[in-house]
């Protein structure tokens, strides 16, 4: 009865983690140059004298009705408001017909630390590629875009043409992250303005100054 009882246990650890290894086998992650960490602000350039390249990290879930290639988020200073930006970039290409899809980006700094979570949501009927670059953009701290070296993106959610909501699985999605040396938490892949409601806030407050500073 001992032998029966240890067989049958046997075979549901192995069944499940042959489940889990089918689960992360529709998971592929691809790594892609960020460019330099040397990042021009109002201020001057910063790090300048490093070599270190940013890294672009996708995780491209092949249940996810819609496949991310080259995403990621750079600095970028505005010359007219004297302002430093972040701002997303990346190729969304539906598998099917879709009417929504929300793209998060998550981003780390050197020491694998979390610097914050940003989301992209674009509403349009497509079956056909969709560029993520566009009028989204987030004001940021020199220190900030300074330190960003990682950014890890992924399809968040899916609305289709007939109107099914595809959502992410953190459960699957947080190893893979945690594989690359990250830290991260559940709760990092929330998108910051769901989790700080007085962010936009602080960096409204802080555009203002730049543009009320003397030139």
Known sequence: MRYVVTMAVMFLCLESLFAQGKANANLQVHEEDGGSVAVRTANGILNQDS?????????????????????????????????????????????????????????????????????????????????LRGSDRWPAFDWEVSRLVVVVAFVARVRTAEGQIWTFDADRILPQIEALGLNVAPEDLAPDERRLPNLGLVYWMMLHNRRTQPQ
């Open 51 to 131: 070599s270190l390249k940013r890294k672009w990290y996708v995780i491209d879930d092949l249940n996810s009705p819609v496949q991310l290639d080259h995403a990621g988020v750079f600095p970028r200073l505005d010359d007219k408001e004297n302002v430093q930006y972040l701002a997303p970039v990346g190729v969304a290409s539906p598998r099917r017909s879709i009417s929504a899809l929300e793209v998060r980006y998550l981003l780390f700094d050197v020491w694998g630390d979390r610097l914050r979570t940003l989301a992209v949501t674009r509403l349009t009927d497509s079956s056909t590629h969709i560029d």
